[in-house]
C-alpha cells in the first residue's frame, strides 16, 4: 500500500514562505506522478501544482505561478512545494497525491493515493 505523509505546514505572515514535503512509500517512485491539492472547509479541493515522475515537466494553478515551485527527489521518495510571497488567500489544508500511471494531472480523480494534509494558514 503507497502511503504519503505531508510536513512542513505552519502559520506564516502574509510575504513569508513555507516548503512543504512529501514523502511517499513507494518502491518505484521515480514512476508516480505527484500534485498538491488544497481544500477550505465548505469548498472544493483545487489543484495547486503537480510533477512528472522524472521531474522534468510541471504544471501550475494560475494563481500560484511564479510564486510557489514543486520539485522532487526520487532519490529520498519524496515531493515539495515550496511557497513564497504567501498570502491570506493560499490559506488552506495541502495535500500531496501520488498517480501510479506516471501522469501529472491537474484534476483530483487522476490520483489514487492521498496523504491526510497540512495546515498552511497565511495571516494578513
Known amino acids: 500500500q503507497v502511503q504519503l505523509v505531508e510536513s512542513g505546514g505552519g502559520l506564516v505572515q502574509a510575504g513569508g514562505s513555507l516548503r512543504l514535503s512529501c514523502a511517499v512509500s513507494a518502491r518505484t517512485f521515480s514512476s508516480y506522478g505527484t500534485g498538491w491539492f488544497r481544500q477550505n472547509p465548505g469548498t472544493e479541493r483545487e489543484f495547486v501544482a503537480a510533477i512528472s515522475g522524472n521531474g522534468a515537466y510541471t504544471s501550475y494553478r494560475g494563481s500560484v505561478k511564479g510564486r510557489f515551485t514543486i520539485s522532487r527527489d526520487n532519490a529520498k521518495n519524496t515531493v515539495y512545494l515550496q511557497m513564497k510571497s504567501l498570502q491570506p488567500e493560499d490559506t488552506a489544508v495541502y495535500y500531496c497525491?501520488?498517480?501510479?500511471?506516471?501522469?501529472?494531472?491537474?484534476?483530483?480523480?487522476?490520483?489514487?493515493?492521498w496523504g491526510q494534509g497540512t495546515q498552511v494558514t497565511v495571516s494578513s
Open positions: 497525491a501520488a498517480d501510479p500511471s506516471g501522469a501529472y494531472a491537474s484534476v483530483g480523480y487522476q490520483y489514487p493515493y
